[in-house]
């Protein structure tokens, strides 16, 4: 009779009770427990929990009781928040009995820890399983219930890594927002390596795909990547190219392919290991070479490519600092499924990165818009490149000598010390501009700041910029706004007391607003360069203008609008997976952005790093030398680039700052409301109230003023960026007054902190 007890026990035992995937995760976390401490109790790998965790796979006897008997006492010490359901018990769907064939599968299988196969994807696109990060759904959806699929079925490694790779259902539904693989490509565009204390090394890749990674060496993963991994990215645009894959490596996965866990001073300084470190020697030994930028943060291991196969995988080593917090938020400390999850999502909807954001958002530009195409079939039926039109082409062309840097090889000729003055260089950049408080606006209560979406992206919509061709000098032009460059002309004339807005002729305190033809936002005192944008509004407020002289470019398009669009794209599916929608009521918008980040982090990164990207990446069109080793006069690797154009970079911040103006001046016209401070692309404004309600006027049916700001998530529309007192404000700018400088309350705002002398430089 006890061995029937005893086997009654067993089989209850087989089937203990476990909370929700999402709950198992929130105990460990609450009790400060690693995946590694629950591997080592437990005597399984890591990845194996974390599979637990995610819901993909569920413990077996005998670890199943002994992870429910701890699951048990942590909910004791930790009981759930009320109203999250984290109370109720797994009621997963059983695995269907498997075929014939399958036993025999899995009877061979049976050495091998499980791995669970990526999710499915449904007809319409969105993913049908979590990633192994993500338990919940998103938080734009209600919560209840996650729906849940048949488990996935077990199979060999060899069968998993096979490019046969079938796809079953996982065991739990994904938040939309949680993207899968697709396409050419089963296994997506990137992994992240962590390896357990038995050097087994585990892929975590989107929609919470787990894989075993089987390579011993750096060498031997870089093969298997591209002959077995199945990862990449289908191109962008039919004329360019697929993506290489990206693998990401944690410090333990540094450590098992002989990397070091982090870089020294001096290779941090030169931002690559050593030329004779013992990896990059297995690498050459094995006929594979590193760009130029060597195996540093993010590096580039490639063979040269035979025909139109590419061979080539992209290093990501957060570590090292690869994933810089200033763009990347906390992104480098998350654990490996979480990182997968913030990668994936981003390079599902913007790119798989090749670097940081702002290198990424430059190679974006080239990846929707190809320098060449296939041509037409010869006479012999053969194919070659050629120029694709609305493209920049393959080969880098030089400035003109306003829009070039200080120390650009077409300034050699110039006196060493010579500081060019704005009749000799273009100077088109973002607002920097404050004024002091008016009596009136001191009796006021509030400083509202209010910031515009992705203002560089909704610049770069519709820019008409030069192409391929070369600037051409023209003296004494006609200006024409549809034509693309740089005009020395005085605007000193222009008076913006008295503007037109729209058809009509408005008078305004001039005094009050900054000007629309520099950065300091103070009116100019002769002629000057200008890009193209600027001397249009300029005729735009009624003025006529009288160009001395001008570069301009005969090949012009709008070569960013499939870059804005895309960007535009990722930003609003992302802040909608947030709970930020378009076309919100203004009120409703507010309650919307209150805490967004808070309710999903780790698309909270996302969103960051995808502002970064458009700000980087019109930033990387006119990068300057880096290195102490540059000479003025001398060229610098960016040059190179036909992507190098600072005359597209300075189109670019001349409408955004003109843009910023033009809503300013219809706000103006409209209400008598001036700004007292414009950074960039914030505005602040005096108020008798708190919220940027009490600054925008919106009528009962949500409409406001034509042409000037409006509450929104689309770029080029705004959103709050804070309030602060008046009386804070008045302090500000005492706190840093000096020299005629008047600081800028813009540049705080948001916080409300003073962190470092304003300068105003």
Request: glycine share 10%; charged share 25%.
């Amino acid at each position: 009779m006890s061995e029937l007890f005893d086997a009654v026990d067993a089989l209850v035992a087989s089937r203990s009770p476990l909370p929700p995937p999402a709950e198992r995760r929130r105990l460990r976390q609450a009790h400060a427990l690693t995946l590694d401490e629950v591997a080592a109790a437990l005597k399984v790998r890591r990845a194996t929990v974390g599979a637990w965790e995610s819901g993909k796979t569920e413990p077996r006897p005998p670890e199943r009781e002994a992870y429910a008997r701890m699951l048990e006492q942590l909910a004791t010490l930790y009981p759930a928040p009320e109203g999250t359901g984290a109370e109720m018990e797994d009621t997963a769907v059983p695995q269907p009995a498997p075929a014939p064939a399958a036993q025999a599968q899995s009877a061979a299988a049976a050495p091998s820890t499980p791995r669970v196969s990526p999710p499915t994807v449904s007809a319409s696109g969105a993913p049908d399983a979590t990633g192994a990060d993500a338990a919940e759904e998103s938080a734009s959806t209600p919560p209840a219930a996650a729906v849940r699929a048949p488990a996935a079925v077990s199979r060999p490694r060899a069968e998993r890594a096979s490019h046969g790779t079938r796809r079953p259902g996982a065991s739990k539904a994904a938040p939309a927002n949680t993207p899968a693989p697709g396409g050419g490509y089963v296994h997506g565009p990137l992994l992240v390596l962590d390896a357990d204390t038995d050097r087994q090394v585990t892929g975590y890749g989107v929609g919470g795909l787990i894989l075993d990674v089987p390579a011993k060496s750096l060498p031997a993963l870089i093969e298997w990547t591209l002959t077995e991994a199945q990862l990449g990215a289908e191109k962008l645009h039919g004329s360019g190219k697929d993506a290489d894959p990206l693998l990401v490596l944690t410090e333990a996965a540094c450590e098992r392919y002989g990397l070091p866990a982090t870089l020294s001073h001096e290779e941090r300084l030169a931002g690559r290991l050593a030329e004779g470190h013992k990896a990059i020697k297995q690498l050459e030994r094995a006929e594979w070479k590193l760009t130029k930028r060597g195996l540093g943060p993010w590096a580039r291991i490639y063979r040269p490519a035979q025909g139109s196969r590419r061979r080539c995988v992209q290093l990501c080593i957060p570590s090292w600092h690869a994933l810089d917090g200033r763009a990347w938020g906390h992104a480098a400390q998350l654990e490996p499924a979480e990182l997968a999850r913030v990668l994936g999502v981003y390079a599902q909807r913007v790119m798989t990165p090749v670097g940081s954001p702002a290198v990424t958002g430059l190679q974006l530009m080239t990846a929707l818009n190809p320098p060449t195409r296939a041509s037409e079939p010869d006479a012999d039926g053969r194919r070659h490149r050629e120029h694709r039109p609305g493209s920049l082409g393959t080969e880098a062309m030089d400035p003109a000598p306003c829009e070039a840097p200080d120390g650009h090889p077409v300034l050699a000729d110039l006196p060493r010390f010579h500081v060019r003055g704005p009749e000799e260089k273009l100077f088109e950049e973002a607002y920097d501009w404050a004024r002091d408080l008016t009596d009136a606006e001191c009796m006021k209560r509030h400083l509202v700041g209010i910031d515009v979406n992705l203002a560089f992206g909704a610049a770069a919509n519709g820019a008409v910029v030069g192409l391929a061709s070369p600037p051409v000098h023209v003296t004494d032009p006609a200006f024409d706004p549809a034509l693309p460059g740089s005009w020395l002309v005085d605007l000193s004339h222009v008076d913006l007391n008295r503007v037109k807005v729209g058809r009509q002729w408005r008078d305004l305190d001039g005094d009050l607003l900054p000007s629309p033809f520099t950065p300091t936002g103070r009116r100019p005192e002769g002629p000057a360069w200008y890009a193209t944008p600027t001397v249009a509004y300029a005729v735009e407020l009624g003025y006529d203008v009288a160009p001395v002289e001008a570069w301009v470019r005969t090949e012009s398009g709008r070569f960013l609008d499939g870059w804005y669009k895309r960007l535009r794209d990722a930003y609003v599916a992302t802040m909608k997976d947030l709970g930020v929608g378009e076309k919100l009521p203004p009120t409703e918008f507010l309650e919307a952005m209150d805490g967004y980040k808070s309710r999903d982090p780790e698309l909270g990164i996302v969103v960051d790093a995808i502002k970064m990207t458009v700000k980087g990446g019109i930033g990387k069109l006119r990068e300057k030398a880096r290195g102490g080793g540059w000479r003025p006069g001398q060229p610098w690797p960016a040059l190179a680039r036909p992507t190098w154009r600072p005359d597209i970079r300075a189109a670019v911040i001349s409408r955004a700052r003109i843009n910023m103006h033009r809503k300013m001046l219809h706000l103006a016209a409209a209400t008598g409301q001036y700004p007292v401070a414009v950074l960039s692309d914030c505005a602040v404004y005096a108020a008798d109230g708190p919220s940027p309600l009490d600054v925008l006027p919106y009528d009962a049916g949500g409409k406001t003023v034509p042409g000037s700001f409006r509450l929104g998530v689309s770029p080029g529309m705004v959103k709050h960026e804070g309030t602060q007192s008046v009386l804070w404000g008045l302090e500000v700018l005492e706190q840093l007054a000096g020299d005629g400088h008047v600081a800028n309350l813009a540049r705080y705002i948001k916080t409300g902190e003073v962190t470092a002398k304003d300068t105003g430089e």
